[in-house]
């Protein structure tokens, strides 16, 4: 069951929702994975939503909810996100259409050659889509980050500064394009938010916005081999180009860098008991030459 508090919320999201509104015996059943909002699986045999309770910390993590409920409209209409029955604002609580046969992917069905293709195709679409207002910038969340964690004084792992020297790097090679170039991007295409029945789903839209489409490639090359990251390139532009390689590379450690950072600034106040300091040291493993 949900906690007390959570049973509320997730009640008055359910209201909203016609075929739910008024059912005193709803079956509440958490759901695991959530590092920053807490999901319930509620309803009954012929109605199951998931309903999001939005985390405390959406301030902290610069989450624009009016931004993020503009974005399900579009990939919403546009078949790529499952069905929104009901989106709560200011809070950014949601409940979405459960998909009964779906999975997360694995790392293992992610990286696979068989996979990666239909993932450059999705977000090739995602890309295709409208314009919506927002520009989502790594480099300046990771510099807000950077000066909150130093401000608490919390512990940082010892390969951070390394990959922050990357960073910096990065926009030399890779200079960020103007407004006007860039697309709608899910900047968060982590392995977890694609779901699959058959076909691909892409959920958690919260840092939906507009940026260079190379990123959201980056939030998949990063857990590729060379040959993988190649054929994500063709897959996705149709071709391997030096240049197009060189902006991916380039992408990778401010997008390792934007996960680390945002996984250390929950370490207070993020969800009870989850050990964000290792899930930081975990990403940091996928960089080979900050390996102790």
């Keep these: 069951m949900a906690t007390t508090g959570d049973d509320t919320i997730v009640r008055d999201v359910a209201a909203r929702v016609p075929e739910l509104a008024g059912r005193a015996d709803l079956r509440i059943v958490p759901l695991p994975g959530g590092l920053s909002n807490r999901n319930y699986l509620v309803g009954d045999t012929d109605a199951r ?15 624009d909810r009016v931004r993020e409920k503009a974005v399900l409209e579009i990939v919403e209409a546009a078949g790529i996100t499952p069905p929104v029955a009901a989106f709560v604002l200011p809070d950014g609580h ?16 992610f990286t696979s050659p068989a996979t990666v293709p239909d993932l450059a195709a999705m977000l090739r679409r995602v890309h295709g889509l ?20 130093e401000e608490k004084g ?4 010892s390969r951070l500064a390394p990959l922050l020297d990357l960073v910096d790097a990065s926009r030399t090679a890779r200079p960020r394009p103007l407004e006007h170039e860039m697309v709608l991007c899910h900047n968060d295409p ?3 938010n694609f779901l699959h029945d058959g076909r691909l789903w892409l959920i958690d839209w919260e840092y939906a916005g ?28 149709g071709s391997v180009t030096p240049e197009a390689r060189r902006g991916l590379d380039a992408l990778i450690p401010p997008y390792l860098c934007w996960n680390v950072v945002w996984s250390l600034v929950q370490i207070d106040g993020g969800i009870e008991g989850f050990d964000y300091f290792t899930y930081a040291e975990g990403l940091l493993d996928w960089m080979p030459d900050l390996r102790g």
């Design 190 to 192: 982590y392995h977890l």
């Design 154 to 157: 919390t512990p940082l792992p």
């Design 49 to 63: 939503l998931v309903i999001r309770i939005a985390g405390d910390n959406s301030a902290v993590l610069g989450i």
């Design 210 to 237: 507009m940026n260079d489409p190379m990123y959201d490639l980056a939030g998949i090359g990063y857990t590729l081999d060379d040959a993988g990251r190649d054929l994500l390139l063709e897959s996705y532009f």
């Design 94 to 109: 949601a409940a979405t259409r459960f998909i009964p046969d779906a999975h997360a992917l694995s790392i293992d069905e």
């Design 130 to 149: 409208g314009r919506v207002d927002g520009v989502f910038d790594p480099y300046a969340d990771i510099a807000r980050w950077m000066r909150r964690l």
